[in-house]
């Protein structure tokens, strides 16, 4: 399956803002749960199918953290734009 990823260091103050041009699955796992979602396993994510932009996640905890966006094997693109707001408060 073709996705999107980019990898952050997070702590549950920051919030990953991502914006789509179409709707897509917007997923936020740890590193176990990504190496699981690319072997094909059950994995457990922060996220799901979204529809409107901008979409807001928060980790759960303090690490390193990755943003999966994809088109859960439909045909087409998507182009996200990310950014990370820092200690934000919501």
């Known amino acids: 399956m073709e996705f999107l990823h980019q990898e952050f260091d997070l702590t549950p ?3 990953v803002e991502v914006t789509l041009d179409h709707p897509a699955n917007v997923q936020l796992l ?3 749960n990504y190496a699981n979602y690319r072997e094909g396993k059950p ?3 922060s996220g799901g199918y979204v529809t409107t932009s901008p979409y807001r996640l928060r980790p759960s905890r303090e690490g390193r953290w990755h943003l999966v966006i994809d088109l859960g094997g439909g045909a087409g ?9 820092s200690g934000a408060i919501s």
């Open 77 to 85: 693109r998507v182009r996200p734009s990310v950014r990370v707001l």
């Open 30 to 32: 740890d590193p176990t």
């Open 43 to 45: 994995f457990r994510y």
């Open 13 to 15: 103050a920051d919030i």
